[in-house]
């Protein structure tokens, strides 16, 4: 559910970081606000209780044009992946425009990944909302480790779907916009 | 603290005239110039600072009068307030439509954070609080500061960076200002 400031002529996407503890979410974020010039871009904010953690920043990517005239701006945000904060996982996919799974390609996480996936389907049907029914894409992230599983057996164990998917090393960069540019033309093309 | 306010023994007109008279005529340092917030106002669409800094300061208004719910006829009064304040640089349905813009923000990002990042675009002492000022005045508009308006009245507070006791003198300045207009019947 965007939303849109006639007054300041903007339409707000918010997207949504999600997957297993560990797994990179964090630095997905950490990077993109890195690379992105301080006038495109709000401050990044952690807000941290002992039951609830979020991360989040906003910014407007400039490559990204405009859609019917209003410019886009995109909230970025992510909560961590461990168990206990499975109530702030759930309360940040609400209002969703777009989603980014990130797995971690190491072979001793692929259950955490299944098992990430799984809560976020079942998170996501609390909105009444499923994964073939929103912008999403999956990363498959820390392709730079020494021991990684093949992307063709992640694909089969963690993206059925076959959404739009992209290898990523998101403590270096390579794959970080991709994967977020890959989103914002699903988010975008429902917009359009 | 006891923020709460209740001008409910004046008619409603009559406190919306009195507001709208405080904004267009406040003493200083109380709330934004009415002459600020009409040149912020036709800023907007510029980028710059003074257009962030007045649709944050909408933004706020609108956060603390709508703490308590709000229905259509609050955000229509309040539009026709503005519109009256803010001369030609909007229109009472543009203003209208801004607010059920905001509503969504809200609904998408969550109240307290919609607050959080108004409040960051007010960077000195003297904006901190006239902001405050201009959100008591606004949640003031229907007469009455209720528990949940007073409540978020201090929460604006606290992300403006001011201390308890400054909260209250800035909201106590303007409701005082309020009081001893209607009390003497009107514009001071």
């Known amino acids: 559910m965007s939303f849109v400031n006639h007054m300041s002529k903007e339409i707000n996407c918010k997207i949504v970081y999600y997957g297993p503890g560990l797994c990179g979410k964090t630095t997905n974020l950490q990077y993109i606000f890195e690379k992105t010039s301080p006038q495109a871009?709000?401050?990044?904010?952690?807000?941290?209780?002992?039951t609830e953690r979020t991360l989040f920043f906003d910014f407007m990517p400039i490559d990204l044009g405009t859609v019917k005239g209003f410019k886009v701006r995109f909230h970025l945000y992510t909560v961590p992946g461990q168990v206990f904060y499975d109530a702030s996982r759930k309360l940040i996919l609400k209002g969703a425009d777009g989603l980014i799974f990130v797995a971690d390609s190491q072979p001793e996480r692929l259950e955490a990944n299944q098992e990430s996936v799984a809560n976020l389907e079942t998170n996501l049907a609390e909105y009444n909302l499923r994964l073939d029914s929103v912008p999403y894409v999956v990363q498959y992230n820390k392709r730079d480790m020494p021991n990684v599983v093949p992307v063709d057996e992640l694909r089969a164990a963690l993206n059925p779907l076959r959404v739009p998917d992209f290898e990523a090393n998101a403590r270096l960069g390579p794959g970080v916009f991709d994967t977020l540019k890959g989103l914002s033309k699903l988010v975008l093309g429902r917009m359009r | 603290m006891g923020l709460e306010i209740d001008f409910s023994e004046f008619a409603a007109a009559r406190v919306r005239e009195a507001v709208r008279d405080l904004m267009e005529h406040a003493p200083p340092a109380l709330v934004p110039a009415a002459s600020r917030l009409e040149a912020d106002a036709h800023a907007v669409g510029r980028d710059d600072a003074s257009a962030a800094r007045f649709q944050s300061l909408l933004e706020i208004g609108?956060?603390?009068?709508?703490?308590?719910?709000?229905?259509?006829?609050?955000?229509?009064?309040?539009?026709?307030l503005l519109e009256s304040v803010l001369g030609e640089a909007f229109t009472h349905d543009e203003l209208d439509l801004h607010f059920r813009d905001l509503a969504d923000g809200v609904e998408m990002?969550?109240?307290?954070?919609?607050?959080?990042?108004?409040?960051?675009?007010?960077?000195?002492?003297l904006s901190r609080s006239e902001a405050l000022?201009?959100?008591?005045?606004?949640?003031?508009?229907?007469?009455?500061?209720?528990?949940?308006e007073a409540r978020a009245l201090e929460e604006l507070g606290a992300f403006l960076g001011l201390g308890s006791d400054e909260v209250t003198q800035a909201v106590t300045r303007v409701t005082s200002e309020l009081a001893r207009r209607l009390r003497s019947g009107g514009a001071a």
């Open chain 1, 41 to 50: 871009k709000g401050k990044m904010i952690s807000l941290a209780t002992e």
């Open chain 2, 62 to 80: 609108y956060l603390v009068a709508s703490a308590d719910g709000f229905a259509d006829e609050e955000r229509t009064a309040l539009a026709a």
């Open chain 2, 109 to 125: 990002l969550g109240r307290r954070e919609r607050m959080r990042r108004a409040a960051d675009d007010f960077d000195d002492g």
């Open chain 2, 133 to 148: 000022g201009f959100a008591t005045l606004v949640a003031v508009a229907d007469g009455v500061v209720a528990a949940p």
